[in-house]
T-cell receptor, first 113, second 113 residues
Framework: SQQGEEDPQALSIQEGENATMNCSYK?????LQWYRQNSGRGLVHLIL?????REKHSGRLRVTLDTSKKSSSLLITASRAADTASYFC?????????????FGAGTQVVVTP | DTAVSQTPKYLVTQMGNDKSIKCEQN?????MYWYKQDSKKFLKIMFS???????INETVPNRFSPKSPDKAHLNLHINSLELGDSAVYFC????????????FGPGTRLTVL
């Protein structure tokens, strides 16, 4: 089964609203990453949070990590139509130093004008 | 100036054929990956090479054979294609074999008829 699982599977919001999605994982990790995939395109890295960090910001993105609950959240503030995409969390296993990321199935976000 | 490029973008072929997908990165990275994304958007790692050396080899049918002629290139050859091989294949690279940010190519959509 996938290491990371996103919730919800799909999210529909209006421009200007905030979008929050969650990721749960099973094993201890070194870091957790969030990626965005626009329709028909490759994945684009958004943000990386290490296991000893609790919160990280990048522009309109805010990521939290709770290693005790094995969960992370991605918040997109003041969403725009261009934020319409699928968002994936990716985790590694703390015992794995080979760069093997495990992805969830993603949250599909639709932002309507 | 494309960082990670893949060819072809689309590949339509008959069952039983052999095909190759090429990947090149101009980022100077040491590590490259092949991922398969199925119709439900699950992204699963297949292979990884670090400086032309195979370091990750997931449970993939041996009809799939990666080849890395140099650290900037990682090609994927598939023999005896089957219907279940239909998917989008992504190449990615990262600076080294640790769990760093990965940079993805645009994907190759393979359709097996």
């Amino acid at each position: 089964s996938q290491q990371g699982e996103e919730d919800p599977q799909a999210l529909s919001i209006q421009e200007g609203e905030n979008a929050t999605m969650n990721c749960s994982y099973k094993t201890s990790i070194n870091n957790l990453q969030w990626y965005r995939q626009n329709s028909g395109r490759g994945l684009v890295h958004l943000i990386l949070i290490r296991s000893n960090e609790r919160e990280k910001h990048s522009g309109r993105l805010r990521v939290t990590l709770d290693t005790s609950k094995k969960s992370s959240s991605l918040l997109i503030t003041a969403s725009r139509a261009a934020d319409t995409a699928s968002y994936f969390c990716a985790t590694d296993a703390a015992t794995d130093s080979w760069g093997k990321l495990q992805f969830g199935a993603g949250t599909q976000v639709v932002v309507t004008p | 100036d494309t960082a990670v490029s893949q060819t072809p973008k689309y590949l339509v072929t008959q069952m039983g054929n052999d095909k190759s997908i090429k990947c090149e990165q101009n980022l100077g990275h040491d590590t490259m990956y092949w991922y398969k994304q199925d119709s439900k958007k699950f992204l699963k790692i297949m292979f990884s090479y670090n400086n032309k050396e195979l370091i990750i080899n997931e449970t993939v049918p041996n009809r799939f054979s990666p080849k890395s002629p140099d650290k900037a290139h990682l090609n994927l050859h598939i023999n005896s294609l089957e219907l279940g091989d239909s998917a989008v294949y992504f190449c990615a690279s990262s600076p080294n074999r640790g769990t760093d940010t990965q940079y993805f190519g645009p994907g190759t959509r393979l359709t097996v008829l």
